[in-house]
């Protein structure tokens, strides 16, 4: 946590605990872990634990960045999931009576 975050990962092997502001999600083979930095630049809000034996593929921000601006296929298709990940966001806070937990 706090680290510049150049990269994103995805699972290979194992699964991992991802912990991020008193939330965890678990995260399994072909899970992508810490994709924001892969947008943008910024410190690192997560934790990746490894609740057993795994890999990971590193993925470095400047070759996404690289396959986005070769394929805009894929630079729609990361918009489009974009988009559906920051509607559910404001669905949940609303519900949440408009509160995050910090």
């Keep these: 946590t706090g680290d510049t975050a150049d990269a994103?990962?995805?699972?290979?092997?194992?699964?991992?605990?991802?912990?991020?502001?008193?939330?965890?999600?678990?995260?399994?083979p072909g899970a992508l872990i810490g994709e924001l930095a892969l947008i943008v630049?910024?410190?690192?809000?997560?934790?990746?634990?490894?609740?057993?034996?795994?890999s990971v593929i590193r993925v470095a921000r400047s070759l996404f960045q690289r396959?986005?601006?070769s394929?805009?296929?894929?630079?729609?298709?990361?918009?489009d999931e974009l988009a559906l990940r920051t509607s559910q966001l404001a669905s949940d806070i609303l519900i949440a009576g408009g509160k995050l937990s910090t």
């Design 71 to 79: 394929d805009p296929a894929a630079a729609r298709r990361l918009r």
């Design 41 to 54: 630049a910024m410190k690192r809000p997560s934790t990746a634990i490894a609740l057993e034996r795994g």
């Design 67 to 69: 396959v986005l601006e």
């Design 8 to 28: 994103g990962y995805v699972v290979q092997r194992g699964t991992f605990r991802v912990e991020e502001g008193g939330a965890e999600i678990i995260a399994g």
